[in-house]
């Protein structure tokens, strides 16, 4: 069982899968008229229409400058038609309804009767500007998926999406800075940021070349590495403890459509990583979600522990076995490529459990950066020839006519280096099951939860511990956390679209929390 153990330190993501019959969308005829039954509640508007979109699936926009969320009413259990039910938790029956696929658009009559973007003032045109564009490979044209694009010394960045693309909004001070492209094993490329304004640029990376003059050719010693990398890591990680403003955001597919997508930003105080007797906090800021359960028999599923899973896969603060070299360790390693990463030549380093050693652990690789020994990024797996002894770790709770097995489950963790300290940057887990109902040949679904956080802000001076009151507790399901929807932080219309890209999502994030000074 050490084996079970030692793989449940770095467990992310507990799943809770129900099975719930849900009443479907209305194919044909009135919408409006559909009839659905709401139980005696109360509670503020925002919490009240999200119970028409349980029992419909139908999903609402609206400005918030015409419905107050926070208002608090009350409506009588009974049988409502969606419009009727509208009417009655909103009090205003002269709004005007209309159905947008499986939107329900709410609207004053004399406004615009579709959605418009978020209004944008003349100041926030001279304040802010934008760069977009995408990330290829200079000689197979291959989007480059999870690229860095930012400006170093402001702490500001985003990266790629699946297929390359990148959004940026940055203040305008920063117009003549340089915007910085890199990838592990590309060259890096830096571009006046005013270039880039108005324009959708295709920038192409080279692919780092290794000359035989760049490094001493030696034998390389894997565990060494390791070793050099653990010892060097009170002068390349902070002594301090700090503030990170994150980007986080957890969802659910389930045959590739979402389920679920929550998004929040928070403030993490991230103790020093030279301390164990203090543990990281985080403070909640900001949050909103969407659910989409509108399918007849559809699963019901929740993620737990997201939020503790990024702060377990700070790797370099909390060291997994993995990183151990010791000559014990249930790992074997090999030093299999030199590479760039963000500039700097990185040993890679493969690992993978031990053939003697039939219980699931990990296989990945290690970049740690051959000058100054940081570890640079790991991408690691739980292996897969293991990876169904393991399904019982992975979900904590499910319907009990229900066989889940485990697919893939894989994590990416990421360093940058700011004032010549690195810190955590981007941390992503990717957890993928087949679910079939118990006795029947043909019902299997595929589902994917996903979970990451991206570092936006860091900042070192003045940082204490938030109080337990602020404090959010992380191994919860954190979908469930009651929140105050801010209009002024996330737009005018309450709705999360989820073809929003991470990137996308971290510029606009990024630049409010400079609006907010947070």
């Excluded at 997508?261 to 949050?287: I, Q």
């Excluded at 700070?314 to 060291?319: A, C, I, R, S």
């Excluded at 940057?425 to 990717?430: E, M, V």
């Excluded at 929140?483 to 999502?505: M, Q, R, S, T």
Aim: proline residues 4%; glycine residues 6%.
């Amino acid at each position: 069982m050490d084996d079970f153990r030692t793989l449940r330190q770095l467990i992310v993501g507990w799943l809770l899968l129900l099975v719930a019959l849900i009443p479907m969308n209305a194919q044909n005829g009135n919408v409006l008229g559909q009839v659905i039954r709401l139980p005696k509640s109360k509670g503020n508007i925002y919490q009240l229409l999200g119970l028409v979109t349980e029992r419909s699936g139908y999903l609402f926009i609206y400005d918030s400058k015409i419905i107050d969320n926070e208002q608090t009413t009350s409506i009588k259990g009974g049988d409502y038609t969606i419009q009727e039910a509208i009417y009655a938790i909103t009090g205003n029956k002269n709004l005007a309804i209309r159905a947008i696929e499986n939107h329900l658009l709410l609207y004053l009559p004399e406004s615009p009767s579709a959605p418009k973007s978020a209004s944008v003032t003349p100041d926030s045109i001279q304040t802010y500007f934008s760069i977009e564009g995408s990330l290829q490979d200079q000689y197979t044209h291959e989007p480059i998926a999870f690229g860095s694009v930012g400006i170093g010394e402001a702490a500001i960045g985003t990266i790629t999406n699946q297929n390359g693309e990148f959004r940026l909004k940055l203040p305008d001070s920063l117009r003549l800075s340089k915007v910085r492209f890199s990838h592990i094993g590309y060259l890096p490329q830096e571009i006046d940021g005013r270039e880039l304004i108005d324009k959708h640029t295709v920038l192409s990376l080279e692919p780092k070349v290794i000359s035989i003059q760049e490094v001493i050719v030696r034998l390389t010693n894997p565990k060494r590495l390791l070793q050099e990398m653990l010892d060097e890591r009170r002068s390349n990680y902070s002594q301090h403890p700090i503030y990170l403003t994150t980007f986080y955001r957890e969802g659910v597919e389930r045959k590739k459509g979402l389920v679920g997508l929550t998004e929040a930003v928070f403030k993490v105080y991230k103790a020093s990583y030279h301390s164990n007797a203090l543990a990281d906090l985080v403070k909640l800021l900001k949050m909103r979600r969407i659910s989409n359960e509108q399918e007849k028999d559809t699963l019901i599923t929740k993620m737990k522990s997201g939020i503790y899973s990024c702060l377990v896969l700070d790797l370099m603060k909390q060291l997994p076995e993995f990183l151990d070299p010791s000559p014990d360790s249930p790992y074997t390693y090999a030093h299999t490529d030199i590479t760039v990463v963000d500039d700097r030549l990185a040993n890679v380093i493969s690992f993978e459990q031990r053939k003697s050693i039939n219980e699931p652990r990990y296989r990945g690789q290690i970049y740690i950066d051959m000058e100054n020994n940081a570890l640079l990024r790991v991408d690691f797996e739980v292996n897969p020839q293991y990876i169904e002894q393991a399904a019982g770790m992975f979900v904590e709770r499910k319907s009990r006519n229900l066989r889940i097995t485990p697919q893939k489950v894989a994590y990416t963790v990421s360093y940058k280096q700011w004032n010549g300290t690195y810190y955590i940057n981007h941390i992503r887990g990717d957890l993928h099951f087949k679910i079939k109902k118990r006795r029947q040949l043909f019902n299997t679904n595929i589902l994917h939860t996903w979970f990451e956080m991206v570092t936006c802000k860091i900042d070192t001076a003045n940082v204490n511990r938030f109080s337990r009151i602020e404090s959010l507790p992380t191994r919860t399901v954190f979908s469930d956390t009651h929140f105050n929807y801010d209009e002024g932080f996330w737009g005018d219309f309450n709705v999360i679209l989820p073809e929003d890209k991470l990137n996308e999502a971290i510029s606009r994030i990024t630049s409010k929390i400079e609006e907010t000074n947070y």
